[in-house]
Nanobody, 123 residues
Framework: QVQLVESGGGLVQAGGSLRLSCAAS????????MGWFRQAPGKEREFVAA????????YYADFVKGRFTIFRDNAKNTVYLQMNSLKPEDTAVYYC????????????????WGQGTSVTVSS
């Protein structure tokens, strides 16, 4: 099993940046594909980004391409989401998730989830 704890959320003005972190417990972090999802009030949870076990492959939702970067440090058991050029529509609770299977955008495939960290982007 792995436990995930997100941090780094907060309030930021449009155009600003935030870096989210997701710290994982356990010694098998590098065995997991990691993903970031978000859920805005009244909306479905949606895929944001995912990264392969080694970090060599990254996949993004179209609406964050060029603005967000996912990366990981397996020595620190942590995955990050660097968010630049934030927009009010990026306001949501952001969740990290771990998947032992292949990289996927499907939330149902991820076995473990963090509790989420809230991001609010003001206009």
């Amino acid at each position: 099993q792995v436990q995930l704890v997100e941090s780094g959320g907060g309030l930021v003005q449009a155009g600003g940046s935030l870096r989210l972190s997701c710290a994982a417990s356990g010694r098998t972090f590098s065995s997991y594909v990691m993903g970031w999802f978000r859920q805005a009030p009244g909306k479905e949870r949606e895929f944001v980004a995912a990264i392969s076990r080694s970090g060599g492959y990254r996949y993004y939702a179209d609406f964050v391409k060029g603005r967000f970067t996912i990366f990981r440090d397996n020595a620190k058991n942590t995955v990050y989401l660097q968010m630049n050029s934030l927009k009010p529509e990026d306001t949501a609770v952001y969740y990290c998730a771990a998947d032992l299977k292949g990289i996927t955008t499907d939330a149902n495939e991820y076995e473990y989830w963090g509790q989420g960290t809230s991001v609010t982007v003001s206009s």
